[in-house]
């Protein structure tokens, strides 16, 4: 630290890695963060397909200069290979979050509010850099600091919706993220450049989906 510079404190890094799916693979990884020095405060499965597993650590370091050999380190374990890292301010509750997320969306007085919470809180929990709803191809409400042009948007609404198993949640563009509601004729839009959407988090958003589409549903009759 230089003279009269504030001391930046511990960083907080979202570490998601590859691991081979066998016994002890997962020991050894921490064990390697440990090794130089980070502190392991949440393990995450996000994804598990055959024989090999994506898992998202928690990790609390002293010093930047630790982030490059924590990589290594990990990288060491046979089969292992870091897939993403990230600075955090604080580290999500991915399941705490969806329930939070659920309950102030039932909680929306009106369905432009619900618009607007839907968004923001889908932005937030998965750390993305935009989130926005379109209905018939007009955007009716959007957050982030990179939100794409509204053509745009409607395009990229257009062509998910094209096909069943990217409507549905179940594959798409590695930075992109679509649930479908049905009821209030939507489509919901996450984008996160250069941090992959895993399946587990699809399905994660295909819930909240259906959480607004049926608080819409409920809210429709109120303002008619």
Known sequence: MTDGAPDPGPLHVLVRVWLPDRPGALGLVAARIGAVGGDIVGIDVVERGDRVAVDEFAVVLSDADRLDLMVREIEEVDGASVEDLRRVATFPDPRLDALESAAVITESPTT???????????????????????????????????????????????GTAASPLVADGVVGPADLAVARLPGLGASLLVGREGHVFRRRERAQLLMLARVADRTGALLAPRES
């Not at 889908?122 to 709803?133: G, P, S, T």
């Open 112 to 158: 432009a509010d619900l618009h607007r919470t839907l968004t923001a809180h889908v932005r937030r929990e998965f750390l993305a850099d935009w989130a926005a709803l379109l209905i018939d191809g007009t955007v009716v409400a959007s957050t982030g600091d990179r939100v794409p042009d509204p053509a745009l948007l409607s395009a990229l609404a257009a």
